[in-house]
């Protein structure tokens, strides 16, 4: 637990407590809150001091991935790994093609 549970925390109970949440509706949310507001006040103000995360721009995000998150290349080319994945995916489909398939299993079914 650190110093932005308890903000938030104490922001839902501030606004109505747990009568603002629902179940039904946030059920990750309301049992977070089930757990974290059965600690005192005491022992929450002494949790850690923490930082919100600060989400990457959509262009950070892209450079992470070495540039495009697509597997393209400059010129809307695709990658050589980008192709062969796609023929890996092609040729599950004719797993089930009747006329890919061993004929001798076939006939023996």
Known sequence: MSSLDREAVDDIISGGGISILSPLT?????????????????????WPKMKAPV?????????????????????????????????????FDDLFDADAGDSAAAESI
């Open 26 to 46: 946030t059920p990750n949310l309301y049992g977070w809150f089930a757990v974290v507001s059965k600690f005192s006040p005491e022992i929450r103000k002494n």
């Open 55 to 91: 989400a990457p721009k959509d262009n950070e995000a892209d450079n992470k991935k070495g540039g495009r998150g697509d597997g393209a290349k400059k010129g809307g080319r695709e990658s050589k790994k980008a192709v062969a994945a796609k023929k890996e995916e092609d040729n």
